[in-house]
């Protein structure tokens, strides 16, 4: 069973700094992954998703990055603002024609508080 | 373009009583899928539905059941609720080709409280 770990869980920076939220997953064999911001109360808002062909997407200030070999992938936020402030969420999908199609496996997620 | 609609935002329920949760989406994705959040647990998946007509189970199914009699609606019913129930749900849907294939985009959530 895909195991998905995101550390750390918690993270608190000021604001404009530069940082990285990690994804760790225990089986390679993925068709998609893909990042989520998750405001207090309420639903999923999706960021960024990394096809597994793909090394990496960028959306503005947003880059995450896709290495399969290693089980890994990091959302990388540049210029970090209040506005950031929300929890993180990564899923993979993973490439299984025997599992649940399109069953997404969902990490626990970062919160992210972004002091001014 | 509303994306995908959850009605009702908020329930509380007594033990034993049902409800239908209605999902709603205006992209004519193929694919809709019903997730459970729970504090320490993440989002897991209960039922999912590859089309019109057509449902399966997910990781968490037991005490639910689901409907999809029209390609842009989905429902999730709870026969006879239980406090373990209470949880945030969530609905999604996606598309299934394309270089977007299988993004799933999320509902504003559900919250029910089984007393």
């Known amino acids: 069973k895909q195991e998905v770990t995101q550390i750390p869980a918690a993270l608190s920076v000021p604001e404009g700094e530069n940082l990285v939220l990690n994804c760790s997953f225990t089986d390679s064999a993925i068709y998609n992954l893909q990042w989520f911001r998750q405001d207090p109360g309420k639903g999923l808002t999706s960021l960024l998703l990394i096809q597994s062909s793909q090394r990496e997407q960028t959306s503005g200030r947003l880059n995450a990055s896709l290495d399969k070999s290693s089980g890994r992938s990091t959302l990388y936020i540049a210029a970090s603002q209040p506005g950031d402030s929300a929890t993180y969420l990564c899923?993979?999908?993973?490439?299984?024609?025997?599992?649940?199609?399109?069953?997404?496996?969902f990490g626990r997620g970062t919160q992210l508080t972004v002091w001014p | 373009n509303a994306g995908v609609t959850q009605t009702p935002k908020f329930r509380v329920l007594k033990t034993g009583q049902s409800m239908t949760l209605l999902c709603a989406q205006d992209?004519?994705?193929?694919?809709m899928y019903w997730y459970r959040q729970d504090p320490g647990m993440g989002l897991r998946l209960i039922h999912y539905?590859?089309?019109?007509?057509?449902?399966a189970k997910g990781e968490v199914p037991d005490g639910y059941n689901v409907s999809r009699l029209k390609k842009q609606n989905f429902l999730l019913g709870l026969e006879s609720a239980a406090p373990s129930q209470t949880s945030v749900y969530f609905c999604?849907?996606?598309?299934?080709?394309?270089?977007?294939?299988?993004?799933?985009?999320f509902g504003p959530g559900t919250r029910l409280t089984v007393l």
């Open positions: 999604a849907s996606s598309y299934v080709s394309g270089l977007a294939g299988y993004e799933q985009f």
């Open positions: 899923a993979l999908m993973p490439f299984d024609r025997g599992s649940t199609l399109g069953r997404l496996y």
């Open positions: 539905s590859v089309g019109e007509g057509t449902t």
């Open positions: 992209m004519n994705h193929e694919y």
